[in-house]
């Protein structure tokens, strides 16, 4: 029975290590997320400048950006954008923790400045993956999708008390 016990207890102990280890996993610190910060910060300005290796180093070595994988395919995505007077304005992003790092959600307006005053030509969604490497924090993965814009379909404003 001591050995039944002692064996239960141990495999107890275990399990709620296991767990506390899990939960450090899915938190972000305050230096977490100023550092997956920049790279929001950073991502419209070497994008459009046209620094196409100081885009790629935004990502992972095997991140991913649409179709474009890879370091070599992100640079050369970069160096292939025709020049344009379109700027990429993203809003505040959302980042939330996750096991294998975090994901972030971020609307992006695509405004053109040659207009005056400028124009807001398209919205989309940025839905990333992001993980923390020996480089610090990058883009596994970055999706360019459809913003939801219908109003229809947003909840109705709460009612004041």
Do not use: C
Not at 61 to 78: K, P, T
Request: proline share 7%; no cysteine.
């Amino acid at each position: 029975m001591t050995t039944r016990r002692l064996a239960l207890t141990a495999l107890i102990g275990a399990l709620a290590f296991a767990g506390a280890a899990q939960a450090q996993t899915s938190r972000l610190t305050a230096d977490d997320y100023a550092e997956i910060l920049q790279l929001y910060f950073q991502y419209p300005i070497l994008l459009d400048g046209g620094d196409a290796e100081g885009y790629a180093n935004l990502f992972t070595d095997d991140g991913s950006f649409g179709n474009n994988v890879g370091r070599a395919a992100l640079i050369a995505f970069v160096k292939g954008r025709a020049p344009s007077t379109v700027r990429h304005a993203p809003l505040t992003p959302m980042i939330t923790a996750t096991p294998e790092g975090a994901k972030g959600v971020v609307m992006n307006l695509f405004v053109d400045v040659a207009q005056a005053p400028a124009v807001v030509t398209r919205v989309s969604q940025y839905n990333d993956t992001l993980v923390k490497t020996p480089r610090g924090w990058r883009f596994k993965t970055r999706v360019n999708g459809t913003a939801n814009l219908n109003p229809a379909a947003a909840p109705a404003p709460a009612q004041p008390r």
